[in-house]
């Protein structure tokens, strides 16, 4: 432990924890990977999160994120958000479809939440039918804009580049988010046989080398964030565009520093690997300790080790 956060055996500080609170969704986009876990109906309640989230506050966690499918389908979603922040954490976010947003932004807000991402590939109606097989991209929007006027900042946009679907949608997609006041992350699509269609992200798969270079060549000013696998930043005209490249990315793993928790409540210490699952939400559910479930965490911290190197 290092200033009150545990180390893996790779001396990478745990300080994020992602939380899949399930993997219900009103979605079906077609790259859509389940974090590789199978579909459960025993989803964690508000009580048990407090739990887990507790025990991570104990270990060095910072931050939470809270994620599914889509999470503002659980029915106590803002009682979740308000329990979690509850223990003070240095930043509590949601990943987010938006399409429920507009109705939950402002008591999200209010029970704590800090900010949020959401994932909207496209701004064009036929596109986005295509990859989500639903015709929700107006409330997307509507939720996007409502999560801008409460105050969840900064407020980011997920775009998965998809090659021969929507790469030629990131100008109309930047633009929207300069107007609006939104980061706009592009991200690399993940090769994965988990999809609901077998060879889609293999044959989609778009590498953002070459985007990466066009935007150098246009930015007012280049960052790179060290703690978040070298990932850049590209300050471009009073905009900001993040480029996400997980696949295949030693620095991705070498400063790594999330753990995740199932929807079923298991701790997955790597999001590329589903065969070293530590249960934990039965322990919860038992009453055990804070002490035994400290020791669960640590038994998946230990178990941690860089995918790529």
């Given at each position: 432990?290092?200033?009150?956060?545990?180390?893996?055996?790779?001396?990478?500080?745990?300080?994020?924890?992602?939380?899949?609170?399930?993997?219900?969704?009103?979605?079906?986009c077609?790259?859509?990977?389940?974090?590789?876990?199978?579909?459960?109906?025993?989803?964690?309640?508000?009580?048990?999160?407090?739990?887990?989230?507790?025990?991570?506050?104990?270990?060095?966690?910072?931050?939470?994120?809270?994620s599914?499918?889509?999470?503002?389908?659980?029915?106590?979603?803002?009682?979740?958000?308000?329990?979690?922040?509850s223990?003070?954490?240095?930043?509590?976010?949601?990943?987010?479809?938006?399409?429920?947003?507009?109705?939950?932004?402002?008591?999200?807000?209010?029970?704590?939440?800090?900010?949020?991402?959401?994932?909207l590939?496209?701004?064009?109606?036929?596109?986005?039918?295509?990859?989500?097989?639903?015709?929700?991209?107006?409330?997307?929007?509507?939720?996007?804009?409502?999560?801008?006027?409460?105050?969840?900042?900064?407020?980011?946009?997920?775009?998965?580049?998809?090659?021969?679907?929507?790469?030629?949608?990131?100008?109309?997609?930047?633009?929207?988010?300069?107007?609006?006041?939104?980061?706009?992350?592009?991200?690399?699509?993940?090769?994965?046989?988990?999809?609901?269609?077998?060879?889609?992200?293999?044959?989609?798969?778009y590498?953002?080398?070459?985007?990466?270079?066009?935007?150098?060549?246009?930015?007012?000013?280049?960052?790179?964030?060290?703690?978040?696998?070298?990932?850049?930043k590209?300050?471009?005209?009073?905009?900001?565009?993040?480029?996400?490249?997980?696949?295949?990315?030693?620095?991705?793993?070498?400063?790594?520093?999330?753990?995740r928790?199932t929807?079923?409540?298991?701790?997955?210490?790597?999001?590329?690997?589903?065969?070293?699952?530590?249960?934990?939400?039965?322990?919860?559910?038992?009453?055990?300790?804070?002490?035994?479930?400290?020791?669960?965490?640590?038994?998946?911290?230990?178990?941690?080790?860089?995918?790529?190197?």
């Open positions: 432990m290092l200033d009150g956060v545990v180390l893996d055996k790779y001396e990478r500080p745990i300080l994020s924890l992602r939380i899949t609170l399930t993997n219900r969704c009103n979605v079906n077609l790259y859509c990977h389940h974090d590789g876990m199978v579909k459960s109906k025993d989803e964690m309640t508000a009580d048990e999160l407090y739990t887990i989230c507790k025990i991570a506050k104990k270990i060095g966690v910072r931050k939470i994120r809270l599914g499918g889509e999470p503002l389908l659980k029915n106590d979603i803002v009682e979740i958000v308000e329990r979690i922040a223990l003070d954490f240095k930043d509590i976010s949601m990943t987010t479809n938006g399409i429920l947003l507009e109705k939950y932004a402002q008591e999200l807000k209010d029970a704590g939440l800090d900010r949020v991402n959401v994932s590939d496209t701004l064009n109606r036929e596109t986005f039918e295509f990859i989500t097989k639903k015709d929700y991209l107006e409330d997307a929007k509507r939720g996007i804009l409502k999560a801008v006027e409460v105050g969840l900042y900064p407020v980011k946009i997920n775009m998965v580049i998809m090659k021969d679907i929507n790469q030629d949608e990131i100008d109309d997609m930047f633009e929207f988010c300069k107007e609006n006041n939104i980061v706009l992350q592009l991200i690399e699509l993940i090769e994965s046989e988990n999809c609901d269609d077998d060879k889609f992200s293999v044959d989609y798969h590498k953002l080398d070459d985007i990466e270079k066009e935007l150098a060549d246009i930015a007012d000013d280049v960052r790179e964030r060290e703690f978040m696998q070298g990932r850049k590209y300050y471009i005209n009073g905009g900001e565009i993040e480029v996400v490249k997980p696949v295949d990315n030693a620095k991705f793993c070498a400063n790594c520093s999330r753990l928790i929807p079923d409540g298991k701790i997955k210490p790597c999001l590329l690997r589903n065969d070293n699952l530590v249960e934990l939400i039965s322990h919860v559910r038992n009453g055990e300790s804070e002490e035994k479930l400290e020791e669960i965490f640590i038994k998946g911290i230990n178990k941690r080790e860089p995918f790529n190197s």
